[in-house]
T-cell receptor
Framework: KAGVTQTPRYLIKTRGQQVTLSCSPI?????VSWYQQTPGQGLQFLFE???????NKGNFPGRFSGRQFSNSRSEMNVSTLELGDSALYLC????????????FGPGTRLTVL | AQRVTQPEKLLSVFKGAPVELKCNYS??????LFWYVQYSRQRLQLLLR??SRESIKGFTADLNKGETSFHLKKPFAQEEDSAMYYC?????????????FGGGTRVLVKP
């Protein structure tokens, strides 16, 4: 099976702009989770989508949002970018049952100038 | 609230020596614990999880609920074990897949 794919792999934006990141899960996986990774805060959970519904949410401001489509592909959006949003954004997919192993994508490196 | 602590940022050991990565957690319910590993230029991937009780690549981890710990051990480190290791927790009483990660420990195995 093909692994989790994320596009784009690298992105440079300026403060105030918005950005959309995309994630294609492993075929058959219904759960997609998003994580932010930074040197200072480490890996932090953003949200999880399952069957097009947000099932879990982390402690991030409302500028961070996401959605999932009927084919399980997911997008996350960050509006009004801030310098502190510069990070590696990881997507992970799993079959959907709780506590399953999560399979991670390569990440999207976002730099906000 | 869920919290995972990995007190060591860096562990440097010689090949053939034992290695132990510490992980302590805080969670009011019943936890499911994981170890994820990231080798150089590779994706984050699952190494092992408590519920399966498997030994992967010679690594084992025991859940100690009294000490709220899930330390990762390997009796004889190999150079290919050099990587970043993350301990992670998912609450058994929670819905969905939400992992809380520790800060990570970088392991360097010297020849």
């Amino acid at each position: 099976k093909a692994g989790v794919t994320q596009t784009p792999r690298y992105l440079i934006k300026t403060r105030g702009q918005q950005v959309t990141l995309s994630c294609s899960p492993i075929s058959g996986h219904r759960s997609v989770s998003w994580y932010q990774q930074t040197p200072g805060q480490g890996l932090q959970f953003l949200f999880e989508y399952f069957s097009e519904t947000q099932r879990n949410k982390g402690n991030f401001p409302g500028r961070f949002s996401g959605r999932q489509f009927s084919n399980s592909r997911s997008e996350m959006n960050v509006s009004t970018l801030e310098l502190g949003d510069s990070a590696l954004y990881l997507c992970a997919s799993s079959p959907g049952d709780v506590y399953n192993e999560q399979f991670f994508g390569p990440g999207t490196r976002l730099t906000v100038l | 609230a869920q919290r995972v602590t990995q007190p060591e940022k860096l562990l440097s050991v010689f090949k053939g020596a034992p290695v132990e990565l510490k992980c302590n957690y805080s969670y009011s319910g019943s936890p499911e614990l994981f170890w994820y590993v990231q080798y150089s230029r590779q994706r984050l991937q699952l190494l092992l999880r408590h519920i399966s009780r498997e030994s992967i690549k010679g690594f084992t981890a025991d859940l100690n609920k009294g000490e709220t710990s899930f330390h990762l051990k390997k009796p004889f480190a190999q150079e290919e074990d050099s990587a970043m290791y993350y301990c992670a927790l998912s609450g058994l009483s929670a819905a969905g897949n939400k992992l809380t990660f520790g800060g990570g420990t970088r392991v360097l195995v010297k020849p």
